[in-house]
């Protein structure tokens, strides 16, 4: 049985053979390290990895290549971001449809004396931009907040709270693991102190590599948890005061970064605009073909029903190709074990690691059944998807 993969919110793949022959290359015919070695191949790395830096600012809307830091994934990111910049009583505002990969971070944070509040989302996981004035402290330093929901693939309003955080002096960090590489990002235009990325999802690099953007204003107020060997200033053993040597301790991943070149390069021959136009079509396919089952009662769809909004007279994504569902007369894990060795079809069932995003959704503690679409999923996928769901839940 051909199996079809519709798990690309956890990790894309297929990659783009071009990433493999990347990394496989780095491997096979370089396998240097950076910034330790006085030879031309460890040159000719250091320059890929500069690239790699160049891309990224310029996708994100950064100002200064230096600024772009590599970690292991955006978890790590995000922790170097929080508990860095976060001291015992400050505040912080986050949405309530965060990944753990935030809140596990503030509930520890929490028992050091740091505050923080959940702003509300609506059942279809939707931001409610209006509360956020009113839940400003005195003590309120930032905002952290998803750009899109892992579980049902709403899209929040990172512009709107951008505007929000300038006009009230509060930093704005944003996750962008389910976004980066789909979804333009502009972090000037946005007023984004700090945006933590992953590579291993759209940005269709290999697992273990990751990374953060940073204003230059925000260097300072960020504390480095890690510290260790960078090849640098060697004579002393203080940590580096510079970019982006003050955050990168250690041997870094370079065949992750090298993968993620290749991945970066792909996304921006295919442009950004075609890749998110075809995995919303395939998206609103899924929707508009589950429909039925959902009035029939035999599904419920999680999160927004429509890809597109206008505004501003504009045609806007507003969701990602992120879909949950449940399956009310069939227990959602049994579903899901029977799509995968009955129709070979993988998907992600449980509570992906965002319990109250799940309460915001009504869908806690019984979790979802994930499907999320990808560049290489095809309209026949969706089908059989479709197919498959109609079957099991007849």
Known sequence: MDKIYLDNGATSFPKPVEVADAVYDYMTKCGSNINRGGYEVAYDLEGTVFETREMLMDMFGGTDCKNVVFTKNVTESLNVILKGFLKPGDHILCSSMEHNAVMRPLVQLEKTGVEFDRIPGTSEGELVVDAIEGMIKPNTKAIVMTHSSNICGTINPLAEVGAICKKHGLKFFVDSAQTAGIVPVNMKEMNIDALCFTGHKS???????????????????????????????????????????????????????????????????????????????????????????????????????????????????????????????????????????????????????????????GTFPTGTIRFSFGNFNTEEHVDAAIRAIKEITA
């Open 203 to 361: 940005l269709l690099g290999p697992q273990g590599i990751g990374g953060f953007v940073i204003t230059e204003e925000l260097i300072p107020l960020i504390d480095p948890i890690l510290s260790g060997g960078t090849g640098s200033i060697s004579h002393t053993e203080e940590i580096p005061d510079f970019m982006p040597d003050r955050f990168e301790p250690g041997t870094m991943n370079l065949p992750g970064i090298v993968g993620l070149n290749a991945g970066l390069s792909w996304i921006k021959a295919k442009g950004l605009d075609a890749i998110a136009e075809h995995e919303l079509a395939l998206t609103q396919r899924f929707i508009d073909g589950l429909l039925p089952l959902e009035e029939a009662g035999l599904v419920r769809i999680c999160g927004l029903k429509n890809c597109y909004a206008e505004k501003d007279g504009k045609r806007v994504p507003v969701r990602t190709g992120v879909v949950s569902i449940q399956t009310l007369k069939v227990d959602c894990a049994d579903a899901a074990f029977r799509l995968d060795f009955e129709y070979g079809i993988e998907t992600r069932v449980g509570l992906h690691c965002a319990p109250n995003a799940h309460k915001t959704l």
